[in-house]
């Protein structure tokens, strides 16, 4: 990689003086009580983002873990640069009635080859939120047809019947209000929002490392499975049944929390036995940061869901699927943007030639090994260090520790997210080395030397 | 326009032996009862949009109402080719938090130079159901804050209120679910998808050409106005208050709808009275079609609106809204894509250098007269022509010859779109000139003989 930057720089505090000017600026046009900084891409390369006052961090956040191979990597950039691209970019179809010639092709190259286990349908959204919402309402829509064949005396009536979707304390599905309706992961969210009656089981809270809780963790994974099981069948008499059952491989946005392959195979088989369809939201973990391409793929089945989303690394949204949830009433004008195909179909082909899941997995492997020793280092301070791949996780002492962690690190040039309570959530890109992981490590311990 | 075909150009039945093979290899990966054909947009040029078979069709539809100024217009070219703009496309920022430097700049010189009356702040987002679902998500937040203030009694409580939307039959704001809840043009649409209990007002069945029938519109509007005092009085004493006014300014996917200014003047009042926000969605009026930038424009008010919401031809997503509806909460990942505000800065240049809303108004005018000479030669046939610049519809007598019309017509390289029951819309982009106008009105002429 070489025209990667070889280290943080640091010029000004974050925000800088020109980042308080734009956001003073923006303030006038939009609510900026989100904005961190402003950032210059041009000057961005593969792990390092520069913000517009010449300070270079090593970004382990990505955009809310939305850039897959690094800033301006020259591949993408060829993409870009290649004049048979540029009618994709420039005329954008109505997908759904008016294809490019070279659509099915270009799904075939991006989505299709990397399609999970048991599936061969895809369809894309322009972001999670709708992808999410389309999964959902296919899942509405199969449920119906099913279900009508074997009992037609109670869905004679065609409408907007009272079905449900089963979701998972400390889940997030997104933010309009179909999705809403399943995310849980801050009460915030939801405040002042109308939503729907629909039930929520709570999500296992286990023990770290795993292997060394296993019975304890059995114990809670089964009790959140009966809990599941319960809610769907109150859920059926109150009239209003779970078509689907909507989860996360690991509640990214609630703190990622972890959940064994257990769990899912015996929740996955909950969903046959009670005839919901299972869909498996990808959006945050899915692209190859768990070292597998679908974190799902960690569960070792061969059947593992019947739709799975996703969105963010995979550049457009949009969920597989499988046969059985095809529907004429997926539609919106758009439908996705086939100039993100041709960029997914680049990060494809750069993820294999570089073998950047192997990457990952060696990546990964160190972080966590370097946070298990930060762990032991500094019992008082840092707990329940955890991950798979390079999507690792691990808890601070209380929610102001972490948040003084994440602003000190920054300042050392390494950008952080937080997630649940008072988690961190470390989200590199896919080309995240070994040598980033040592320079993260680094930095890292010294923060948490002034916290301790 | 030296860069446009001069005519259509018909090689094949459409679709194409092309179009249906590539239909069948889409068919393997997605439902595709939808397609119409597959397009070589690499060959379509200005109003012409050009199949994979060869087929060059004067597009009067443009993507269901999204191409601004037709296929490869030379200016979008060059925004692609310009290098300073590589970054925008190839690194897609998380926007709510890490904006690039150019986005205050950008925002300013695309959406805010032409923000509807009383408005200065806009917020992007990816398509327009994500527009909707967030507006809708403003108004709701905007009203428990503004309530709370003066009868705090019956907002103690936080959590996930009652509060509804007042939309109108025949409205259509999108298919995610809470977009949903608000659409009403096709019973198709909601089949088997949960929804809100909202209330649903008549929208005004009026007679064409309004100038004609002022005193039987006027009574019919006065009702339908007195229906929304009614229901918004039911929804609050049922618990579930209106929180906000859905409504389009020409309801299009419902049948090109037309209400008087007097009309939204009214409601607008009915809004303020009640203390309901006013949401006027432009996503397929929006961008210039009705000769001027936005339909609510024509009528003639200061403070038309509190919330406009728009997509399609605007290439992104997004809403503007008044300084009190901004909410931290209306957040997501992408939040947008700032690489479509640098093609909408370009588009706005275009129709400011080629006076292109003064076009539309001209060309517009000639294809309403068109539709009234024809009107008047096939009574039986046609009715109710009717429309706002290039915006226009005609009734067709029954929904059989409509569709006869619009394939008829296809195969005569005119590309025309259907809407509510039996109508057609015509969407030309903007770049629709008068000798379009007459070239359409011939075979569209030639069409209806066929048909008499």
Sequence with gaps: MEFEYDGPSMKTEVPGPRSKELTKQLGEIQNVGAINFFCNYEESR??????????????????????PIGYNHPSLIKVMSNPNN???????????????ENFPEKLAESLLSVAPSGMSRVQTMACGSCSNE?????????????????????????????FSILSFMGGFHGRTMGCLATTHSKAIHKLDVPSFDWPIAPFPKLKYPLEEFTRENAQEEARCLEEVEDLIVQWRQKGRPVAGIVI????????????????????????????????????????????KFWAHEHWGMDDPADIVSFSKKMLTGGFYHKDELQAYRIFNTWMGDPSKNLFLAEVLNVIRRENLLEEVTRSGKTLLQGLYQLQDQYPNLLSSARGQGTFCAIDIRDDATRNSILLKARDKGVLLGGCGDRSIRFRPALVFKEYHVHMFLNVFSDVLAEHN
Aim: a neutral charge; one cysteine or more; proline letters at 6%.
């Design 46 to 67: 593969g792990n390092y983002l520069v913000d517009v006052d010449g300070n270079r961090m090593l970004d382990v956040y990505t955009q809310i873990s939305s850039i």
């Design 86 to 100: 540029m009618s994709a970019f420039v005329n954008r179809p109505a997908l759904g009635i008016m294809p490019p």
């Design 134 to 162: 389309n999964a959902y309402k296919a899942m509405f829509i199969w449920y119906r047809v099913k279900h009508l064949l074997f009992q037609s005396n109670i869905f004679l009536n065609p409408g907007c019947p009272d």
């Design 248 to 291: 996360e491989p690991i509640q990214a946005e609630g703190g990622d929390n972890h959940a064994t392959p257990d769990f899912f195979k015996k929740l996955r088989n909950i969903a046959h036995k009670h005839g919901s369809a299972f869909h498996v939201d990808e959006v945050q973990t899915g692209g190859g940061a768990t070292g």
